[in-house]
């Protein structure tokens, strides 16, 4: 088999995985395209056959999306960036050294992260409640997420510091430079690439965060999409076309940076700087 | 010294102007107000007018979800964020009153002229009564019954103003109904793992002779096997175990089942969406003759003991009571008042409607009043669930959720 | 305390700082929840104590009175069923998926990144997607399974006790092969090419390489992975409230769902806390693979 028809056999063939694998996201978007009786009708038809756009300004207007959507990205920017700063140096650290307290810190920040949100809410909202703290709501949700993602963010920034070579530190260390000095001109640029794909990914997760926000931001004011979301869904699962036009409004702009920045993503991620 | 005079007195004056205004904006009484109504529904609507009032209260409003009205109240109470004023399903509202986390509202309804206990519903008054007290004020009332589909009735050559009376006929008339190919189910109801499955199960065993103490009796038993028989047929839709009543009934508007069990907070979008003739009756009974049965729904006003502002709280619960009135036209919702006839609204099928739901009223019992309902209403649902999954037969399960009930004391 | 500032920006005390104050951090907002779930399943909590600390002692009796429930059995079974079967299908389909993409072949790198969008999606929304995928009636799965021939009558993934824990781990296996996918990627290229120009020399065909070369050189990966994996299965919670609620009748409960179940649902939050605290007995277990596969790791 020539080198040509094999790329293209090995294209065709993964063309019609990702159709696969793709396949609930494409549904989400015909549905919400769908008439209230064609949703329902059988057998289903695979493309809407009167698209309905009208039903995306309508759930936009009813539900005030852009509230939501704006709480979201202060919240999803309010959490990666304090997770940013507090577990990168955390992830170096543990990158540095090869001993017991190492071991012993990862187990830790492991352990930290056992519990599902929806149990660690209780003793969280408790504790928040006696600080004060759920006077600023959004506030308390980034300090939240902060606590459940930091530990992820840890332990892939960690990998991406095992891959910067010691002597690069070293060397400038010998060179006159302090600790400090090294590692903001040595290692951390080196370890960039890997700590902004880390972040994205923290950023995607923390768009969506969901137990803390429902329990925590009482004030619709503040309350972000999946609260939104769950709001809308709660007492009737029947209306599939407006929840999925909702969906698709909530994803479809994280799906659009994700898809311009996915070369980006995916070459920091197999380049070696994530193993 | 004259133009500097002049601008000081001029600053003072703003000054005290603004300090004027925004004291007179401080004065305005903060209530918030928790509950799961949706805009088309009383509560926020109500908020909305009462605010309107500007009589020195305004009301902030909250929109909770069904499952999530005791455990975020609670959760507020326990760490002092409660709301003022809250909507909470009778069944729970025992709970909360037993444990005096809701106000007592004894005296202020003693003196009150617009809430006179007397004018309510003997069922939803003793769901907000605990030791003797008034711990609330019901907010409106329902029960479940019959809505049926009369296009399909008439195609499959029965008469559709026979609707079925007993449980026999009941099953029958669905089995001639459901057509698979056509992708119709007889009849559909709910049946899910939470309090809905207990609201919708309690008529059938109260009809069978049961209450929640003696919930394995012969009786109940048999309203278990029913359900068996309708699920394991396939007259109703397997989702039955998994779909909530509303949920289950939008499949009834669509065409997709052609009797539905459910209350009247369905009429107004059935109004809508059902492209149909539709019709109620009442439950059907065990045998001909027999007592009837239902379960009261709803929910009740209560004030939280830990409110600031209990008078004004109570302002706000007579205001609501004076637009019971117009519940039914407004909203579609009965108001548990039995001093007020409810008005016809003009409209031929809702009246119809309101009808057979204000009979089926009569007889509805609330369920408890027991502070520990939800792990009653759990051990219910757990047999439910056991015995339509064929993990374990009607009478065992009931058995076990019998045992279970008992241990807890209810 | 010139010396402790030259510390900071120069010695040990720079990486006490770096550590220390996000262990700090962790510490306030996870460890002492922890403990507060570990203290709350010796006690008795209902809704009202919430807010104290001091509340009736009970000792073992919640461990007790839940090894003693006739469906505790049951869900530990589905817990473990769940966990086992969400991470064999994530990491068989990552891992296919992770090789099938390391062949290089135009487009490789693109098409590799579709495969990332499930991991950009809430969970809510996900679960949204596959309940009404997965629904009975009118559930397109149902329909494509039939038009294909595999099946005839519809299954009701949601409300069947047999299907009902499976379609919850469906949705779950289509969640995290982003996930397993991206970090074995990155695993494989790191694998130095020249460990498989020599082994090519020496005649071992693909199969022998992948057995030699491939899985021992990714131990670390895999055991990071599976690890990882293993936690975030044992948090997810937003496909069981969107997809079946746990039920029908248990058949598809799982711990950390119970567990909420317990405390949310009929407030008994002692033994809401004692789940918790079995579950953490099990990701101490997660954590110790974890770090042990750190053993293996080479500094670049």
Same mark, same amino acid.
């Given at each position: 088999? $020539?080198?040509?028809?094999?790329?293209?056999?090995?294209?065709?063939?993964?063309?019609?995985?990702?159709?696969?694998?793709?396949?609930?996201?494409?549904?989400?978007?015909?549905?919400?395209?769908?008439?209230?009786?064609?949703?329902?009708?059988?057998?289903?038809?695979?493309?809407?056959?009167?698209?309905?756009?009208?039903?995306?300004?309508?759930?936009?207007? $009813?539900?005030?999306?852009?509230?939501?959507?704006?709480?979201?990205?202060?919240?999803?920017?309010?959490?990666?960036?304090?997770?940013?700063?507090?577990?990168?140096?955390?992830?170096?650290?543990?990158?540095?050294?090869?001993?017991?307290?190492?071991?012993?810190?990862?187990?830790?920040?492991?352990?930290?992260?056992?519990?599902?949100? $929806?149990?660690?809410?209780?003793?969280?909202?408790?504790?928040?409640?006696?600080?004060?703290?759920?006077?600023?709501?959004?506030?308390?949700?980034?300090?939240?997420?902060?606590?459940?993602?930091?530990?992820?963010?840890?332990?892939?920034?960690?990998?991406?510091?095992?891959?910067?070579?010691?002597?690069?530190?070293?060397?400038?260390?010998?060179?006159?430079?302090?600790?400090?000095?090294?590692?903001?001109?040595?290692?951390?640029?080196?370890?960039?690439?890997?700590?902004?794909?880390?972040?994205?990914?923290?950023?995607?997760?923390?768009?969506?965060?969901?137990?803390?926000?429902?329990?925590?931001?009482?004030?619709?004011?503040?309350?972000?999409?999946?609260?939104?979301?769950?709001?809308?869904?709660?007492?009737?699962?029947?209306?599939?076309?407006?929840?999925?036009?909702?969906?698709?409004?909530?994803?479809?702009?994280?799906?659009?940076?994700?898809?311009?920045?996915?070369?980006?993503?995916?070459?920091?991620?197999?380049?070696?700087?994530?193993? | 010294?004259?133009?500097?005079?002049?601008?000081?007195?001029?600053?003072?004056?703003?000054?005290?102007?603004?300090?004027?205004?925004?004291?007179?904006?401080?004065?305005?009484?903060?209530?918030?107000?928790?509950?799961?109504?949706?805009?088309?529904?009383?509560?926020?609507?109500?908020?909305?007018?009462?605010?309107?009032?500007?009589?020195?209260?305004?009301?902030?409003?909250?929109?909770?979800?069904?499952?999530?009205?005791?455990?975020?109240?609670?959760?507020?109470?326990?760490?002092?964020?409660?709301?003022?004023?809250?909507?909470?399903?009778?069944?729970?509202?025992?709970?909360?009153?037993?444990?005096?986390?809701?106000?007592?509202?004894?005296?202020?309804?003693?003196?009150?002229?617009?809430?006179?206990?007397?004018?309510?519903?003997?069922?939803?008054?003793?769901?907000?009564?605990?030791?003797?007290?008034?711990?609330?004020?019901?907010?409106?009332?329902?029960?479940?019954?019959?809505?049926?589909?009369?296009?399909?009735?008439?195609?499959?050559?029965?008469?559709?103003?026979?609707?079925?009376?007993?449980?026999?006929?009941?099953?029958?008339?669905?089995?001639?109904?459901?057509?698979?190919?056509?992708?119709?189910?007889?009849?559909?109801?709910?049946?899910?793992?939470?309090?809905?499955?207990?609201?919708?199960?309690?008529?059938?065993?109260?009809?069978?002779?049961?209450?929640?103490?003696?919930?394995?009796?012969?009786?109940?038993?048999?309203?278990?096997?029913?359900?068996?028989?309708?699920?394991?047929?396939?007259?109703?839709?397997?989702?039955?175990?998994?779909?909530?009543?509303?949920?289950?009934?939008?499949?009834?508007?669509?065409?997709?089942?052609?009797?539905?069990?459910?209350?009247?907070?369905?009429?107004?979008?059935?109004?809508?969406?059902?492209?149909?003739?539709?019709?109620?009756?009442?439950?059907?009974?065990?045998?001909?003759?027999?007592?009837?049965?239902?379960?009261?729904?709803?929910?009740?006003?209560?004030?939280?003991?830990?409110?600031?502002?209990?008078?004004?709280?109570?302002?706000?619960?007579?205001?609501?009571?004076?637009?019971?009135?117009?519940?039914?036209?407004?909203?579609?919702?009965?108001?548990?008042?039995?001093?007020?006839?409810?008005?016809?609204?003009?409209?031929?099928?809702?009246?119809?409607?309101?009808?057979?739901?204000?009979?089926?009223?009569?007889?509805?019992?609330?369920?408890?009043?027991?502070?520990?309902?939800?792990?009653?209403?759990?051990?219910?649902?757990?047999?439910?669930?056991?015995?339509?999954?064929?993990?374990?037969?009607?009478?065992?399960?009931?058995?076990?959720?019998?045992?279970?009930?008992?241990?807890?004391?209810? | 305390?010139?010396?402790?500032?030259?510390?900071?920006?120069?010695?040990?005390?720079?990486?006490?700082?770096?550590?220390?104050?996000?262990?700090?951090?962790?510490?306030?907002?996870?460890?002492?929840?922890?403990?507060?779930?570990?203290?709350?399943?010796?006690?008795?909590?209902?809704?009202?104590?919430?807010?104290?600390?001091?509340?009736?002692?009970?000792?073992?009796?919640?461990?007790?009175?839940?090894?003693?429930?006739?469906?505790?059995?049951?869900?530990?079974?589905?817990?473990?069923?769940?966990?086992?079967?969400?991470?064999?299908?994530?990491?068989?389909?990552?891992?296919?998926?992770?090789?099938?993409?390391?062949?290089?072949?135009?487009?490789?790198?693109?098409?590799?990144?579709?495969?990332?969008?499930?991991?950009?999606?809430?969970?809510?929304?996900?679960?949204?997607?596959?309940?009404?995928?997965?629904?009975?009636?009118?559930?397109?799965?149902?329909?494509?399974?039939?038009?294909?021939?595999?099946?005839?009558?519809?299954?009701?993934?949601?409300?069947?006790?047999?299907?009902?824990?499976?379609?919850?781990?469906?949705?779950?296996?289509?969640?995290?092969?982003?996930?397993?996918?991206?970090?074995?990627?990155?695993?494989?290229?790191?694998?130095?090419?020249?460990?498989?120009?020599?082994?090519?020399?020496?005649?071992?065909?693909?199969?022998?390489?992948?057995?030699?070369?491939?899985?021992?050189?990714?131990?670390?990966?895999?055991?990071?992975?599976?690890?990882?994996?293993?936690?975030?299965?044992?948090?997810?919670?937003?496909?069981?409230?969107?997809?079946?609620?746990?039920?029908?009748?248990?058949?598809?409960?799982?711990?950390?769902?119970?567990?909420?179940?317990?405390?949310?649902?009929?407030?008994?939050?002692?033994?809401?806390?004692?789940?918790?605290?079995?579950?953490?007995?099990?990701?101490?277990?997660?954590?110790?693979?974890?770090?042990?596969?750190?053993?293996?790791?080479?500094?670049?």
């Amino acid at each position: 088999m $020539s080198e040509n028809a094999r790329n293209r056999l090995l294209l065709a063939l993964s063309i019609v995985m990702a159709a696969i694998y793709l396949f609930p996201l494409y549904w989400m978007y015909v549905t919400a395209l769908k008439s209230g009786s064609e949703m329902f009708a059988t057998p289903p038809s695979f493309w809407p056959s009167a698209a309905q756009w009208s039903t995306f300004a309508y759930v936009w207007e $009813s539900r005030n999306m852009g509230r939501y959507l704006w709480n979201s990205t202060v919240i999803a920017f309010g959490a990666v960036a304090l997770i940013a700063i507090l577990g990168t140096g955390c992830a170096y650290v543990l990158a540095r050294y090869r001993n017991i307290w190492v071991d012993v810190g990862l187990f830790l920040i492991l352990m930290f992260q056992v519990l599902p949100a $929806s149990l660690m809410i209780t003793p969280i909202f408790v504790g928040f409640s006696q600080l004060g703290l759920l006077e600023y709501p959004r506030l308390a949700v980034i300090l939240a997420i902060t606590a459940k993602s930091m530990p992820f963010f840890v332990v892939l920034v960690r990998a991406t510091f095992m891959a910067v070579p010691m002597e690069l530190e070293e060397a400038a260390l010998v060179d006159g430079n302090s600790r400090i000095g090294a590692f903001f001109n040595i290692v951390l640029p080196l370890a960039r690439n890997g700590i902004l794909v880390s972040a994205i990914l923290i950023f995607m997760q923390a768009f969506g965060e969901f137990v803390y926000s429902k329990s925590m931001i009482q004030d619709i004011q503040f309350q972000p999409a999946s609260v939104g979301l769950n709001s809308f869904m709660g007492p009737n699962t029947s209306e599939w076309n407006n929840i999925m036009a909702y969906a698709t409004m909530y994803v479809t702009p994280i799906l659009a940076i994700f898809v311009l920045l996915q070369r980006r993503i995916v070459s920091g991620l197999t380049s070696g700087a994530l193993k | 010294m004259g133009i500097r005079r002049t601008m000081i007195s001029v600053a003072l004056a703003l000054a005290s102007a603004s300090l004027a205004g925004m004291s007179a904006k401080a004065e305005d009484v903060k209530l918030v107000l928790w509950s799961l109504d949706r805009d088309i529904q009383p509560a926020p609507n109500l908020v909305k007018e009462f605010n309107a009032q500007k009589n020195g209260i305004q009301i902030e409003y909250r929109q909770l979800q069904f499952d999530d009205v005791v455990s975020e109240a609670m959760r507020a109470y326990s760490t002092g964020k409660a709301p003022d004023i809250i909507t909470i399903d009778n069944p729970n509202h025992a709970m909360f009153a037993s444990r005096k986390a809701f106000l007592d509202l004894t005296d202020m309804i003693g003196q009150s002229k617009v809430i006179k206990p007397e004018n309510y519903f003997p069922g939803p008054l003793k769901s907000v009564t605990w030791d003797e007290k008034y711990y609330g004020v019901p907010k409106a009332t329902n029960t479940i019954a019959l809505y049926y589909n009369k296009d399909l009735f008439k195609a499959a050559g029965l008469d559709p103003e026979k609707p079925p009376q007993t449980w026999t006929e009941l099953v029958a008339t669905a089995k001639k109904l459901t057509n698979p190919s056509k992708n119709i189910y007889g009849i559909t109801f709910s049946a899910k793992a939470n309090e809905e499955g207990t609201f919708q199960f309690l008529p059938w065993a109260q009809m069978g002779g049961a209450t929640y103490k003696t919930i394995n009796s012969e009786g109940a038993v048999k309203a278990l096997s029913v359900w068996k028989q309708m699920l394991d047929e396939k007259l109703a839709s397997p989702d039955t175990l998994t779909r909530s009543q509303w949920d289950s009934t939008a499949t009834f508007n669509a065409g997709n089942a052609a009797m539905a069990i459910s209350g009247p907070w369905e009429i107004d979008r059935m109004l809508k969406d059902a492209k149909f003739q539709w019709g109620t009756a009442l439950l059907p009974v065990p045998s001909e003759g027999a007592q009837r049965s239902s379960a009261m729904g709803d929910f009740n006003w209560a004030i939280f003991s830990s409110t600031k502002h209990p008078k004004e709280a109570f302002k706000a619960l007579e205001f609501f009571a004076s637009k019971d009135v117009t519940m039914y036209k407004d909203f579609g919702q009965l108001p548990a008042r039995s001093d007020l006839p409810v008005p016809p609204t003009g409209n031929a099928l809702k009246d119809s409607a309101l009808a057979t739901f204000v009979e089926q009223l009569k007889y509805a019992q609330p369920r408890g009043p027991s502070p520990e309902w939800p792990k009653i209403s759990k051990a219910i649902q757990d047999a439910i669930q056991a015995s339509l999954t064929g993990q374990t037969e009607p009478k065992a399960a009931l058995d076990q959720a019998a045992a279970r009930i008992k241990s807890i004391g209810g | 305390m010139k010396r402790l500032f030259s510390s900071i920006t120069d010695g040990r005390g720079f990486d006490l700082v770096l550590v220390g104050v996000p262990f700090t951090f962790l510490l306030a907002l996870s460890g002492l929840p922890l403990a507060y779930n570990i203290l709350m399943s010796f006690q008795e909590v209902d809704m009202f104590s919430l807010g104290s600390v001091i509340r009736p002692f009970v000792g073992f009796k919640n461990y007790v009175d839940l090894l003693t429930q006739p469906e505790t059995m049951s869900i530990l079974r589905n817990t473990i069923v769940f966990v086992v079967g969400s991470i064999t299908g994530q990491f068989l389909v990552g891992f296919a998926l992770a090789l099938f993409f390391w062949i290089n072949f135009p487009g490789a790198s693109w098409l590799r990144g579709l495969f990332l969008v499930s991991w950009v999606m809430p969970g809510l929304v996900v679960g949204a997607i596959w309940n009404w995928i997965l629904s009975g009636d009118f559930g397109v799965l149902n329909f494509l399974l039939q038009q294909t021939g595999l099946l005839n009558g519809n299954i009701f993934w949601r409300s069947d006790p047999n299907f009902s824990l499976w379609a919850v781990i469906l949705a779950n296996i289509w969640l995290g092969t982003s996930f397993n996918m991206i970090l074995l990627a990155t695993g494989l290229a790191a694998i130095p090419a020249d460990l498989y120009e020599a082994a090519e020399m020496d005649g071992a065909n693909a199969w022998q390489r992948f057995w030699t070369i491939t899985l021992p050189m990714m131990r670390s990966t895999i055991g990071a992975i599976i690890a990882l994996g293993l936690i975030f299965t044992l948090q997810q919670f937003d496909l069981f409230a969107a997809i079946t609620d746990g039920g029908p009748n248990n058949s598809s409960n799982v711990a950390q769902y119970w567990a909420w179940d317990l405390s949310f649902r009929q407030y008994d939050f002692g033994k809401g806390a004692t789940i918790s605290v079995i579950m953490t007995v099990f990701v101490m277990f997660a954590a110790t693979v974890y770090v042990r596969s750190t053993r293996h790791e080479v500094r670049g």
